[in-house]
């Protein structure tokens, strides 16, 4: 990870042209609190952690492989001749649950507090979105998930310069917390923070004055203890607040809460870099840490860890027992077929049985182990299958049988197999909302001005949104001529007519709303039954260009059907007005020659009918008249 120095921000700090935050010119608007008592308070969450970090560091190495293996297994497997292998369970179990939660789209949308906030809201889900596109929060939240899942602890802080607002993760080896916190959400913390390693020339170029203050950044006054190595810099093992070889310096970034007003202090062992109130508040006004936390699970002693804690014992028993497997199938016990009638010794039969192409001498014979072998295996494929419990299911990781199941069914699977899974992810779930509501926040509080968002809904039809729009309407205006302002004899201003700003559309202060955040599984899966089922209906007959079909479209979860609808209405007008016009000029004068011709036709037709009526009323007074009889009444 490359040196970065996040702090926080307002309105007023420009931004150092590398991207980080300058201090203020007011390094203290704030009186900060003493560098002992400071010191003391990162000490007391560093010690009173060291256990529970040795524990997290150990989760790691797990994760990662090769370090399941200490110098005491190592070294008897050199003496037994077998190399040192290991078959690594725990990484695929966490790797497949963060497959989970990369292929499910999570997108937060804001629900209105009021029946007429329903615009708003949709404002509000489309400003979200971007703010998570341009902060990259999907790749973030990820790097977080790994930290919750191994480690325990999990945080991110979200920040805005004025402009940007950004969302950063803080690594579990980096991030320290009130020790005595006892919910998983850290709401209970008093102070929460982190402590990273940097050049000391460059903690110097971002604070110049402080550093002139302070003097020399390499001296410690007081206590320099060697920190828990957790706490050292890398790739280097010792840790203290300075290191003099490479000239770097550990700078704690600490959020602490006092009288219900939450404060940001920089410091080093040498000195206070900086301190002030965080300048971030909620929509109701009230005082915010930047830092959003989270652990997944919490024992009794308090100590935080994740789902490989528990995975750790299975680990070990798995590698011993494949190791014993290799170890009797590359060995063999011999016996004495008749005490005393063996030629050689015990020593020399050994080497012979040892050796593929050995001689078992004569008096000595092979002891069957098969026996041996059986149950290592038997209990080496139940610890395989105890381990692959504590991860998902092959129903999660859609490995089940039966290729033509629909979306709907592989949802259902998918959601019965993550059950064992419910309260940690529910938990990181809670974490992910509460990111959002302080990217909102962010937003509210500091994108006041007019400015454009991008809407990323349509790939192929992008669309823009602008938010603290102007509303321009009639009014008094000054009358201004080549720059300038005409004034009357009283030297006041002269108006006239014109155009003027009265009021703000879309403006995200003024909104209220309640961020939630919904969240859509296997949508690869969902789009391709979709797909399949519209070429059904297709092949059944029906016309793709009907408004039967256009109505089937709409009440679709297809993706993108806007676009998909408007590609329909293009070709229907394409096939109707897309013939030359000489061609359709003639196409319109057949049709109107063809209209007049039915109505010919029908007048044709009722004359013809009047006439036969006519026929055969004269016929029947014809009749009578020749019988003599007057004419029908």
């Not at 390499?218 to 890398?234: P, Q």
């Not at 652990?295 to 002693?301: L, V």
């Not at 170890?327 to 015990?346: F, I, K, T, Y």
């Not at 040892?354 to 041996?372: C, N, Y």
Request: hydrophobic residues 35%; negative net charge; glycine residues 8%.
């Amino acid at each position: 990870m490359a040196d970065a120095l996040i702090v926080g921000a307002s309105s007023e700090m420009p931004r150092h042209p590398d991207g980080l935050i300058r201090p203020s010119q007011t390094l203290f608007p704030v009186e900060p609190p003493a560098l002992t008592d400071l010191r003391k308070r990162f000490d007391e969450a560093r010690d009173l952690t060291a256990a529970a970090r040795k524990k997290q560091q150990t989760d790691r190495d797990y994760y990662d492989g090769p370090k399941q293996l200490n110098s005491e297994v190592r070294a008897t497997l050199k003496m037994r001749g077998q190399p040192a292998i290991w078959t690594n369970r725990v990484q695929p179990c966490i790797d497949g649950i963060l497959g989970v939660l990369e292929a499910g789209r999570v997108d937060p949308r804001a629900y209105p507090r009021n029946p007429n906030g329903e615009e708003a809201a949709d404002v509000a889900t489309k400003t979200l979105r971007y703010i998570a596109d341009i902060t990259n929060f999907d790749e973030v939240k990820l790097d977080c998930a790994e930290d919750f899942l191994i480690e325990g602890p999990a945080a991110i802080i979200i920040e805005c310069d004025g402009e940007t607002i950004s969302a950063n993760q803080i690594r579990w080896s980096e991030f320290f917390y009130d020790p005595r916190s006892r919910r998983h959400d850290f709401k209970d913390a008093r102070y929460l923070g982190f402590a990273q390693w940097l050049h000391s020339d460059y903690v110097r170029g971002v604070y110049q004055e402080a550093t002139d203050r302070i003097g020399d950044l390499m001296s410690v006054t007081g206590n320099d203890a060697l920190f828990e190595e957790t706490w050292g810099d890398k790739p280097e093992t010792a840790g203290r607040w300075v290191d003099r070889k490479t000239s770097r310096i550990l700078v704690v970034s600490l959020f602490y809460e006092k009288a219900g007003q939450w404060y940001r202090c920089v410091y080093t062992g040498a000195g206070v870099l900086e301190h002030d109130s965080t300048g971030y508040v909620d929509d109701k006004g009230r005082s915010l840490c930047p830092i959003e936390a989270v652990s997944c699970y919490i024992d009794r002693d308090n100590e935080r860890y994740g789902r490989v804690r528990n995975m750790v014992p299975i680990q070990d028993e798995i590698n011993a027992r494949r190791s014993r497997l290799l170890h009797l199938a590359n060995s063999r016990q011999l016996q004495e077929s008749q005490p005393g009638a063996g030629q050689v010794d015990a020593d020399t039969a050994r080497q012979e049985a040892s050796r593929a192409d050995g001689v078992i001498p004569s008096g000595w014979q092979l002891v069957p182990v098969a026996d041996l072998a059986s149950g290592q295996q038997l209990l080496l494929a139940e610890s395989k299958q105890e381990i692959e419990r504590m991860g998902p299911t092959p129903a999660v990781l859609g490995r089940q049988e039966g290729a033509g199941q629909s979306g709907r069914a592989r949802l259902v699977k998918q959601q019965a197999g993550m059950t064992e899974l419910a309260r940690p992810l529910g938990r990181f779930s809670d974490w992910e909302n509460r990111c959002y509501r302080q990217m909102w926040w962010r937003a509210q509080q500091f994108w006041t001005e007019p400015m454009w968002i991008r809407i990323t809904d349509e790939t192929q039809a992008p669309e823009f949104l602008q938010i603290n729009e102007p509303v321009m309407g009639p009014g008094m205006v000054p009358v201004v001529v080549g720059g300038q302002t005409f004034t009357d004899p009283a030297g006041q201003p002269m108006m006239t007519a014109g155009q003027v700003q009265v009021g703000v559309k879309n403006r995200l202060a003024e909104m209220d709303m309640d961020i939630i955040v919904d969240t859509v599984p296997d949508t690869a899966n969902l789009q391709q039954e979709v797909f399949a089922d519209m070429l059904e209906v297709v092949r059944s007959g029906v016309d793709p260009f009907s408004p039967h079909f256009e109505l089937l479209i709409e009440m679709s979860p297809m993706a993108d059907k806007g676009r998909v609808l408007e590609r329909i209405k293009a070709l229907k007008e394409e096939q109707q007005g897309g013939l030359p016009p000489q061609v359709q000029q003639a196409l319109e004068m057949m049709q109107a020659r063809i209209a007049e011709l039915e109505q010919g036709h029908e007048a044709v037709k009722a004359a013809k009918t009047a006439a036969e009526a006519d026929r055969i009323e004269a016929e029947t007074a014809r009749t009578y008249f020749n019988m003599g009889a007057g004419p029908p009444v």
